[in-house]
């Protein structure tokens, strides 16, 4: 699976795979197959990719920790650009199909109301680690300051969570929340115990 | 089902008619699940004969209707309504029926009847997502007695001149224009006049979001998202911006002096 994994055709693959969605909903717009009301499916298919990019990059560690595999370290900043690529996508879905790109519009819509407030949150909090996801922005902040701008990520999780929490509430509909809910649970959990361990270690060497 | 010119003012809008195959495939009936696409593939399963709407409460003559008594009460009319969902989009919809106030005339409302309640049909055998936690079951819905005697209010029984598709409310459902379409309840079995105002499904889920008169009102926001505009499926493309919605749904001079004297914001 490593070996795999370290294919220098893996990586292009993986980013094929993951547009993928987007190549279905840009088909599902131009050839009208997207339902009844195509601009719904769009903004809410694209949001549905930003939380599950999420959960996918959030994965990677864990997933490279219980396995052994080293090999999907070099994909974690290419998933983590792909959720927000998705994200971009879905705020773009949302100022034009839903607000017909109005700015003045936009602009008083986002504070008005709380889900969306909270999803342009998250995607703001994005924009710094997407803008600093290439080697010679690790090199210039440092590891250590770019490892802590970059758990900025969590918050994004969650508060991507808040807003789909949110936008399910009115209609009593939690059952797919729930399951990003666990998702994003055991991998910030996995996170939060290994932390908590490394502390009661430095203690135990000390 | 075919269905008479009505006479009634406002019963048959110029705007273009939705395709069928949109109106009988994009439908809320969360009975048969909550996907916009769920009642069309699950609804087969809903048994519309034998049916029977019981008409009870605040009434000098309470009693039960057969689905043929009621299709036969009174002349089939067709009237081209618009239909703006609380969510944000419209469809204009030619429906076959008569108006409520025919059914209300026969069985006489008692001085005590203020309200009219419409329940609608909770059959887990039938129904796969009643026992779903979205709403308290059966779905219920309500009118004041004098929107429910509007000429416009109106008993369904067919659509496109063909009976009713179960996914769009089999064998009778209710049409009010001028408000919100959930206001409009499907696959009725009973109507109740009472005194007090019905405790309806949305406003026990979510009262700050849905209220009981539910009209549409273009300068009333839903709490997630404006109400200004809609989206007329079919018609506006993708990337169109969305048309304004209209005060009552376009039918303020047939409705509007039901509301003289109401605050139309504290009554959403």
Redesign the interface.
């Known amino acids: 699976m490593n070996k795999l994994l370290l294919h220098p055709a893996a990586k292009p693959l993986l980013l094929a795979l993951a547009l993928l969605p987007f190549a279905q909903l840009l088909w599902g717009?131009v050839a009208n197959t997207l339902?009844?009301?195509?601009?719904?499916a769009?903004i809410r298919g694209t949001g549905d990719w930003v939380l599950r990019f999420l959960c996918i990059t959030l994965a990677v560690t864990p997933l490279r920790e219980a396995f052994g595999l080293t090999g999907l370290a070099r994909m974690r900043r290419m998933l983590g650009n792909v959720a927000f690529f998705y994200g971009v996508l879905h705020f773009l879905c949302y100022a034009?199909?839903?607000m017909?790109l109005d700015v003045p519009?936009i602009v008083a819509?986002i504070p008005?109301?709380p889900?969306?407030l909270v999803g342009t949150l998250a995607l703001l909090l994005m924009v710094p680690l997407s803008a600093t996801s290439f080697n010679r922005a690790i090199k210039a902040l440092g590891a250590a300051r770019w490892k802590r701008l970059h758990q900025a990520v969590y918050a994004t999780a969650l508060l991507g969570l808040l807003h789909f929490f949110?936008?399910r509430?009115?209609?009593?509909?939690f059952g797919e929340w729930a399951v990003y809910a666990v998702v994003m649970a055991v991998l910030l959990g996995w996170r939060l115990r290994r932390r908590l361990q490394r502390h009661s270690g430095v203690r135990l060497t000390s | 089902l075919p269905g008479g010119k009505s006479a009634v003012v406002g019963a048959n809008v110029m705007d273009a008619i939705t395709p069928k195959a949109?109106s009988t495939?994009?439908n809320n009936f969360y009975e048969f699940g909550?996907d916009?696409?769920d009642p069309a593939r699950n609804a087969h399963t809903l048994k519309t004969r034998p049916w029977t709407v019981v008409v009870e409460g605040a009434v000098a003559k309470p009693r039960t209707y057969g689905i043929d008594d009621l299709l036969k009460l009174a002349p089939m009319e067709e009237r081209i309504y618009r239909l703006r969902c609380v969510e944000g989009?419209s469809m204009v919809v030619p429906w076959v029926g008569w108006s409520l106030a025919e059914l209300i005339k026969q069985v006489e409302p008692t001085g005590n009847a203020k309200f009219v309640e419409f329940h609608t049909l909770a059959d887990p055998k039938t129904m796969p997502f009643v026992g779903s936690?979205?709403?308290e079951w059966p779905y219920v819905e309500g009118l004041r007695l004098d929107e429910a005697m509007h000429p416009l209010t109106m008993l369904v029984f067919g659509l496109y001149g063909e009976v009713l598709p179960n996914q769009n409310g089999a064998p009778l459902r209710l049409a009010v224009p001028w408000k919100y379409g959930f206001k409009s309840g499907k696959s009725i079995v009973k109507i109740r006049f009472t005194e007090q105002q019905p405790k309806t499904a949305w406003l026990k889920?979510?009262p700050q979001?849905y209220g009981f008169y539910s009209n549409v009102n273009p300068k009333v926001?839903h709490?997630?998202?404006?109400q200004a505009?809609e989206?007329r499926?079919?018609e506006d493309g993708?990337?169109a911006?969305?048309r304004p919605t209209l005060m009552f749904n376009g039918y303020e001079s047939q409705v509007g002096q039901l509301y003289a004297g109401l605050d139309l914001v504290k009554n959403y």
């Open positions: 717009a339902g009844a009301n195509p601009a719904e769009l034009w199909l839903d017909g519009a819509d008005k109301r889900f969306i949110w936008m509430a009115g209609k009593n509909d | 949109l495939t994009y909550t916009k696409a989009w936690r979205v709403l889920a979510a979001e926001d709490p997630r998202w404006s505009t989206r499926l079919g993708i990337f911006k969305k």
